[in-house]
């Protein structure tokens, strides 16, 4: 029984692994073999997303295909975010933190700051407008599904939310990795915590951080913005308890969020990465065998990323989202902006004070 409910999965795994496929193939022959260069200036995780998006809105996914694709996107994006921890040195993971928590906060406070002076002005549904906001803060359509019951969203309100994060999550994903590397002039520092912290989803601040590092040749800037999204993630344990307070006041409500339900517990799993490297680099330092098996996680990490990609392009419906009304997108586009501008404003004032 349990044979056949993994064997299920298989049809729609294997497809996102073809588009993974399909998507390596074209990023050489572009970028190497027609444009000449040594190295593809596409990238891979890019052109799977938009492949995945083509093909999704071109043609109607079969249901046989839609639960090995939700695993794909739940799971496996999952697993290779894990592996990404053993990408980093020792103690960086409490470097980044020091840096990362006060930017998130900030970021947090602004964004539910100009949300809540929206609301009065477009007059968006309040409980819409906390799923955007929660959305665009902490940590996307997760944000948005665990938030929704505290306030008793309607289902329609729980789908506008997901489409104004995924639309604008989309956008920022594919822009800002360019835009961040002429602004924050090619530091991957500042650039890792502009995208851990301006992009909503983070399948997104992953595929966005995959880009970055296949155009500039920069894994530092993929762990940092990694590392600083999983942080902004934590904040879910905090921010489901304020909505549920803030939209609840004046009730007599009965609590109904779990903080087991709502832990990111990947987080764990990516600092238990961390520490597997740190602690196979003091014992097996000189070991090629060692050597070969970071390399291999690597590997996979950057494989299950894109087939994530593949996944979520193919999930995302561009006709129900066009066919859902402006108002809500209008906020969900300043959220975007406010959250990008406040990031970049907060990492100047870090660099003016602390460095």
């Not at 809500?328 to 100047?348: H, K």
Request: with cysteine; net charge positive.
């Amino acid at each position: 029984m349990v044979y056949k409910k993994h064997l299920v999965l298989l049809p729609g795994i294997i497809l996102a692994f073809v588009l993974y496929s399909l998507s390596q193939g074209f990023n050489n022959i572009i970028g190497i073999e027609l444009l000449g260069y040594t190295q593809s200036p596409i990238s891979t995780a890019m052109i799977a997303i938009l492949l995945g998006m083509f093909f999704g809105n071109i043609f109607k996914v079969r249901e046989s295909f839609q639960k090995g694709l939700d695993f794909t996107r739940d799971y496996l994006l999952k697993l290779g975010i894990i592996f990404l921890g053993i990408q980093l040195k020792p103690f960086e993971f409490l470097d980044f933190s020091k840096i990362a928590i006060p930017l998130i906060i900030i970021c947090i406070i602004s964004v539910l700051i100009v949300i809540k002076l929206l609301i009065k002005k477009l007059k968006i549904p309040t409980r819409m407008a906390y799923l955007i906001s929660i959305g665009s803060t902490v940590c996307g359509t997760t944000a948005i599904m665990a938030t929704a019951p505290v306030i008793k969203a309607s289902k329609n309100e729980v789908s506008y939310a997901i489409a104004n994060i995924t639309l604008f999550g989309i956008l920022s994903m594919l822009i800002y990795p360019y835009f961040a590397n002429i602004y924050f002039d090619e530091d991957p520092l500042l650039i890792g915590l502009f995208l851990g912290t301006s992009i909503h989803e983070t399948s997104q601040v992953a595929a966005a951080g995959l880009i970055y590092e296949q155009q500039f040749n920069s894994p530092e800037t993929l762990n940092i913005s990694t590392i600083t999204k999983l942080i902004r993630n934590t904040f879910l344990i905090i921010m489901i308890p304020l909505f549920a307070l803030l939209y609840n006041r004046g009730k007599v409500e009965k609590k109904n969020y779990s903080i087991v339900k709502i832990f990111p517990f990947f987080v764990l799993g990516f600092i238990g990465m961390i520490l597997l490297r740190n602690i196979g680099d003091e014992i097996y330092s000189s070991s090629t065998h060692w050597i070969a098996s970071v390399d291999t996680i690597k590997s996979f990490s950057k494989i299950f990323l894109t087939m994530a990609m593949s996944a979520i392009g193919l999930s995302t419906n561009l006709r129900d989202i066009i066919s859902m009304g402006y108002k809500p997108f209008i906020v969900g586009f300043i959220a975007m902006l406010t959250v990008g501008i406040v990031s970049i404003i907060t990492i100047e004032s870090y660099l003016k004070f602390f460095t």
